[in-house]
């Protein structure tokens, strides 16, 4: 965990200090990284045979926490929208 928070605020300190210079193609460079990374998991993942196995379970988890939170978010949405609508009409 120190390795990663130390990676993080060498990271950080290296940003400030170069936050001056023009760096060309660094938004390349982080893409392609990501894809590695995502691969490596990927590796990971699908090595570990109690997530392989579980993978039905977790997949009807991660499909209703989906549905319940796009849901929320269309209701939170709607009432924001009454809400705005009503001052509207009201200021008129």
Not at 13 to 36: D, K, N
């Amino acid at each position: 965990m120190f390795t990663v928070i130390g990676l993080m605020l060498g990271g950080m300190c290296i940003g400030f200090l170069l936050r001056r210079r023009q760096l060309t193609g660094i938004h390349q460079i982080i893409t392609v990284l990501i894809w590695i990374l995502l691969f490596l998991l990927g590796i990971e993942v699908g090595e570990n045979r109690q997530i392989i196995e579980g993978l039905a379970t977790l997949g009807l988890e991660a499909l209703a926490i989906t549905i319940t939170a796009v849901i929320g978010s269309c209701l939170a949405a709607w009432a924001l929208w009454k809400s705005v609508y009503k001052r509207k009409r009201r200021a008129a």
